[in-house]
C-alpha cells in the first residue's frame, strides 16, 4: 500500500558532526513534504516542508532534499545540538488532499 | 506549538466510560485534523474537520468514536465506552484553510488516554 517509511529507527550523532535523516515514499501522487520533530511528550514541531516541484530547501541549519526519481527525502541537520536530540518524521501530504501520512520515525541520540 | 491547545493533557478512564477530548485550533486557522499515535509509532490520521463539517473521517473507528468542530468552540473528540486499545496519544493539529495541495499543519501538546 502508499506509505512513508524510514531507513534507519536509531542515528547516533556527535555533537557538532552533521545529521542526516533519510525517508522513502511510495506514493508518486504526493506533492507536500513536511519533517516534524517530536521531543518526549510534546506534540510534533513543524521543521521544514517541501513542495514536489523542488528539490532542495534550506532553513536555519537544516536542509530537505527530494529525489523524486527514486521517492527519496532527506533531512540534514548541521552543527547537531544536544537540543536536537528528538524523533523525527517525514510526512507527505497527497495532491488535493490534507491528510498527513507520517513514516514511522527515527530517533535521534546526540552524543556530547 | 503556540496556538492550538489541547486539554486535558492526560486522561485516565476505566472501561466503558466515555472520554471527551478538546482541541482548540490556533487563532485564525478554521481547519483542524486529529491523529491519533501509539507508543514509538508514528502519527495516524483520523478524522479533519472544518467548521460545522466534517471533510474526512476515512481514519475513524466506525464505532463509539466521534468528531465535531462546532461553529462556536472548541472541536471535540468523543470515545464512547473506552477499551484498553484506545489507550493512546491523541493529537490535533490545526491549518488555516484556503490553499489546497496541501496547508502546513501544526500540532498541539497532545492528550493521553489512559484506559484502565
Known amino acids: 500500500g502508499e506509505s512513508v517509511g524510514l531507513h534507519l529507527p536509531t542515528l547516533s550523532v556527535q555533537e557538532g558532526d552533521n545529521s542526516i535523516i533519510n525517508c522513502a515514499y511510495s506514493?508518486?501522487?504526493?506533492?507536500?513534504f513536511i519533517w516534524y520533530k517530536q521531543e518526549s511528550g510534546k506534540g510534533p514541531q513543524f521543521i521544514i516542508d517541501?513542495?514536489?516541484?523542488?528539490d532542495k530547501r534550506q532553513g536555519q541549519r537544516v536542509t530537505v532534499l527530494l529525489n523524486k526519481t527514486v521517492k527519496h527525502l532527506s533531512l540534514q541537520i548541521a552543527a547537531t545540538q544536544p537540543g536536537d536530540s528528538a524523533v523525527y518524521f517525514c510526512a507527505e501530504i497527497k495532491a488535493a488532499g490534507n491528510k498527513l501520512t507520517f513514516g514511522g520515525g527515527t530517533r535521534v541520540l546526540v552524543k556530547p | 506549538n503556540a496556538g492550538v491547545m489541547q486539554n486535558p493533557r492526560h486522561l485516565v478512564r476505566r472501561r466503558g466510560q466515555e472520554a471527551r477530548l478538546r482541541c482548540s485550533p490556533m487563532k485564525g486557522h478554521s481547519h483542524v485534523y486529529w491523529y491519533r499515535q501509539l507508543p514509538e509509532e508514528g502519527l495516524k490520521f483520523m478524522v479533519y474537520l472544518q467548521k460545522e463539517n466534517i471533510i474526512d473521517e476515512s481514519g475513524m473507528p466506525k464505532e463509539r468514536f466521534s468528531a465535531e468542530f462546532p461553529k462556536e468552540g472548541p472541536s471535540i473528540l468523543r470515545i464512547q465506552q473506552v477499551v484498553r486499545g484506545d489507550s493512546a496519544a491523541y493529537f490535533c493539529?490545526?491549518?488555516?484553510?484556503?490553499?489546497?495541495?496541501?496547508?502546513?499543519?501544526?500540532f498541539g501538546p497532545g492528550t493521553r488516554l489512559l484506559v484502565l
Open positions: 493539529a490545526s491549518s488555516p484553510g484556503g490553499q489546497s495541495g496541501g496547508e502546513t499543519q501544526y
Open positions: 517541501i513542495r514536489s516541484n523542488m
Open positions: 506514493n508518486s501522487a504526493s506533492d507536500y
